[in-house]
């Protein structure tokens, strides 16, 4: 037993040292402002270049994209948090099997645990538990992971199921590219259509705000419920 404490406590010291730090970490931490830079940024010379319409559309596009992309990051940190939080949690098991003092065990393993709100609630409650009852802190904390963990992997399965979804929408978002292509290769000036005529700016503007309703639905569709924190 404690030959399998010093190894579950060896593979937590090299968890530790592979932690999730999302690049880009100020972006993560301020998606919104962070979105608008880069919108900003991208769509300035567009606008000086070929009009406001085009500004706004690159301003709309970058946005949506940024904000994808950072949240694809914040969520890719938090499974690997969710994950070290695991394997913590498991190494706190065995250490008190192994006869360390519960105390002393739990601050071992508290940073990784608290990064994750539902894990730490969870053994908060489970300590709880074990001191109004008498039970079995250890034996508590065996079951609490394997909850965990088949949570955790409904939420995967989850992901993997909605993963065709937003494939779709992704497709759909860039086929107006294509068919600016198709016109171009019918002989007609599309892009002067859209970006400097009343009637091309209200098909754009119809266009964009479909767009975006349908990545709001796609997105509402594939979003998991009950997701590990």
Known sequence: M????IRTRRRLRAVRGVAPVPRFGRAVRYPRLASAVAAGVFATPV??????????????YVLVVASYGLRRTREVAR?????????????????LRAGLAPEGARAAVQPLVDGVPLVRDR?????RVADVTGAPLADLLDRLEVDLRSLD?????AAAHAA?????????????????????????DPLHVLLHTPAGA????????????????TGRLSRIGGELR
């Open 79 to 95: 499974t690997r948090a969710r994950s070290q939080a695991l394997d913590a949690l498991a190494a706190l098991a065995a250490d």
């Open 202 to 217: 209200g098909c754009v503007a119809a266009a964009v705000l479909l767009q975006l309703a349908g990545l709001a639905w």
């Open 153 to 157: 992997r409904v939420r995967l399965a």
């Open 123 to 127: 053994v908060a409650a489970a300590w």
């Open 164 to 188: 065709g979804t937003r494939a779709t929408a992704g497709l759909l978002a860039v086929l107006p590219v294509a068919g600016i292509g198709v016109g171009y290769g019918m002989g007609a």
């Open 47 to 60: 606008a000086m270049l070929a009009g406001p319409v085009g500004g706004v559309v690159v301003a709309v």
């Open 2 to 5: 404690i030959s399998f404490a």
